[in-house]
């Protein structure tokens, strides 16, 4: 029988890190070597089990980073950007794969991620959700598809908690659409209108962010035509979706080369 793949998990007290604490308990082909919390942080000796509601298992959460990652076979971060910059540094030191779920990452930032990556192999995703990488597919097609009669606007819902707008799966079903349309995101994107706007420009793709309750994460694109529209969703219930979807990732990328790797790579979706 093989070995299971030892697994330390980044931000293990968070909302995403406990759910990857949970499913990585029930994962008999993973195990929890590391749970890292920064410095302070109330779950710091507390058993990884207890703290997700199940029996003690062994491994308390700690703080110190470079030993949790040199246990580990690969390293999973859902934390924050300057968190997830510290936690390349330590990868890069001793080698050791890291699948990113962080969002709200600058343009410098994801430039440094692009430098690590060919240190060490490095998945990043703005979403784990295998549904949601399924219908950025989708929405790519659709963009290409439908072309530029089709005007695209995209409406992203997220709980009070979340600290960043739009949410980086929005940005992503952005991307898809822009490169289906082969248009460039950056210069035609429009985060939310107030007063006297104007007609909407044809090339425009648009943003629109909902905050509140305990919304998972729910995200709409929709293709505007005359007489018609197209419209493609997904809305996550359980956060167990991204949990589920970041192991896999994990799994996939021990012992590849030193790469820049997404969720296209991991489920094949890059044809
Ligand atoms: P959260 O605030 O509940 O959890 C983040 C955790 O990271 C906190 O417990 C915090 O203490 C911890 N942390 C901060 N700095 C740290 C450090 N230096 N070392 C160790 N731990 C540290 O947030 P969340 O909802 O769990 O989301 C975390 C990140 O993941 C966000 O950027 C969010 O947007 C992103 N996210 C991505 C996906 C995806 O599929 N890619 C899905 C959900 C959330």
Known sequence: MTQPLSVAILGASGRMGRSLIDATLCNDRLRLAAAVERAGNASIGVDVGVLVGQAAVGVVVSEPLAPAIRQSS???DF????????????CISSGTPIVIGTTGFTPDQKLLIAEAAKRIPLCIAANYAIGVNVALKLVELAARTLGADYD?????????HKVDAPSGTALAFGEAAAAGLDRDLLSNAVYGREGQTGARKRETIGFATVRGGDVVGDHTVLFLGEGERVEISHRATTRANFA???LRAAAWLV???AGLYSMRDV???ND
């Open 152 to 160: 695209v606007e995209i409406v992203e819902a997220h709980h009070r």
């Open 244 to 246: 589920n979807g970041a």
């Open 255 to 257: 012992g590849k080369p």
């Open 267 to 269: 489920l094949s979706l």
């Open 74 to 76: 690969v390293v999973v």
């Open 79 to 90: 934390t924050a950007p300057g968190a997830t910059l510290a936690a390349l540094e330590a």
